[in-house]
């Protein structure tokens, strides 16, 4: 089992900068492949980004490649992504999700994820 908090999200202008944070709880997390997503009013489920157990394979949505870095510390149980460059369309909730194991496979299937935090907001603004 594993319990997901995020926190992090806020408003920005558009062109800066944030770093959001998800702190997991429960002795599965550094065998779980992680990943973020997002939901933007009114549209489904986007996803953004994954990460591999130990960080060594990441992926990213094509709409925030070159932009977004997701990144984990497995000593204390953090999975981060870093948002640069934010766009007014970046605006949405963003959700960190794990898998109950390492498997990585169909990393942007929302239901290949077992545990989900509440969500944080990011406001871009133009």
């Known amino acids: 089992q594993v319990q997901l908090v995020e926190s992090g999200g806020g408003l920005v202008q558009s062109g800066g900068s944030l770093r959001l944070s998800c702190a997991a709880s429960g002795r599965t997390f550094s065998s779980s492949a992680m990943g973020w997503f997002r939901q933007a009013p009114g549209k489904e489920r986007e996803f953004v980004a994954a990460?591999?157990?130990?960080?060594?394979?990441?992926f990213y949505g094509d709409s925030v490649k070159g932009r977004f870095t997701i990144s984990r510390d497995n000593a204390e149980n953090t999975v981060y992504l870093q948002m640069n460059s934010l766009k007014p369309e970046d605006t949405a909730v963003y959700y960190c999700?794990?898998?109950?194991?390492?498997?990585?496979?169909?990393?942007?299937?929302?239901?290949?994820?077992?545990?989900w935090g509440q969500g944080t907001l990011v406001t871009v603004s133009s």
């Open positions: 990460i591999s157990v130990y960080g060594t394979g990441t």
């Open positions: 999700a794990a898998r109950r194991d390492y498997v990585l496979t169909n990393y942007r299937n929302e239901d290949q994820y077992s545990y």
